[in-house]
């Protein structure tokens, strides 16, 4: 028998008039603990080297660019890559981001912009930073996917054999993947500790290092991932068609996912080689 969907409100609690969701408070919940976490990071002098350490209220300072890069960025690679021609024709419901429409390749950029903007703007090195925004990322993964779980949405394919398969709310009376939990585990839990233990190993003395990890390591979670999640009603598979229970076809997020590997494996490449490293450090060397 599959699992029923648990009665979750979407709506954590209210205030006045203001509902404030479990998908708000994820978000929350990312930030302030890659807040926290980055802080910690940033204050360790042996994982930087000759690397100039963020301060702290420098930390503060960035984790405002990166959440209005993640927002910015988020809603608009959704805008673009995934229901362009629906926004075209209602340009207004552009802003309306309480109805939902969040992509994380493009809040990915859009934080890697707001990152390097930010280096620059305080003389700090851009990868280096990037390095340490990317041990700290999979923490708002995993919250983001648990409130995707709880507002049952983005929800897997279809499996009747599956024994822990769970029939969502809106997706029809098939059971189904909780492709959300999966996703949470890859993209957050798994790759957290992957990372963490990354950053003890290797620290940031090889900017770009940590980085290339995280991307290539993502973007083969999510592809891994995307073989159980029903893909966008209004994409549809890309290539191929679906294969009852596991399914065949390419999605957009595998298809968006593809260039982050291969950029996550250049870059991987070039900081073990030491192309990355600042000429000081290389000649330190």
């Known amino acids: 028998m599959p699992l029923s969907f648990p009665i979750l409100d979407p709506v954590a609690f209210t205030i006045g008039p203001f509902a404030i969701r479990w998908y708000a408070l994820a978000y929350v919940a990312g930030l302030l603990g890659g807040w926290l976490y980055a802080k910690r990071l940033a204050a360790k002098a042996d994982l930087w080297g000759t690397l100039r350490q963020p301060k702290p209220t420098e930390i503060d300072d960035l984790i405002v660019w990166v959440a209005l890069g993640v927002v910015l960025g988020g809603r608009t690679g959704y805008v673009l890559f995934y229901n362009f021609s629906a926004y075209l024709q209602n340009p207004l419901e552009i802003f309306a981001v309480w109805h939902g429409g969040m992509s994380f390749h493009g809040g990915f950029l859009g934080a890697v912009l707001a990152l390097v903007l930010f280096a620059r703007s305080r003389g700090l090195n851009a990868l280096a930073l990037l390095d340490m925004a990317a041990v ?37 009376p098939e059971p189904r993947h909780p492709s959300q939990l999966y ?103």
């Not at 390591?217 to 009852?244: H, N």
């Open 136 to 172: 700290v990322t999979p923490i708002g993964l995993f919250f983001g996917r648990i409130a995707n779980f709880i507002n049952g949405e983005l929800w897997g394919r279809p499996a009747p054999d599956f024994p822990y398969a769970v029939v969502f709310p809106h997706a029809g």
């Open 183 to 285: 996703e949470a585990l890859g993209e957050g839990l798994i790759l957290f500790i992957v990372m963490a233990v990354a950053a003890r190993k290797f620290g940031f003395k090889r900017p770009g290092l940590l980085g290339g990890i995280f991307v290539l390591g993502y973007a083969v979670a999510r592809i891994v991932c995307e073989f159980f999640r029903e893909p966008d009603a209004q994409l549809g598979f890309l290539f191929g068609s679906s294969v009852e229970g596991l399914g065949g076809g390419i999605t957009m997020g595998m298809l968006l996912s593809v260039p982050m590997a291969v950029v996550g494996a250049a870059f991987i490449v070039m900081a073990a080689r030491g192309y990355t490293r600042p000429a000081k450090t290389v000649e330190a060397a």
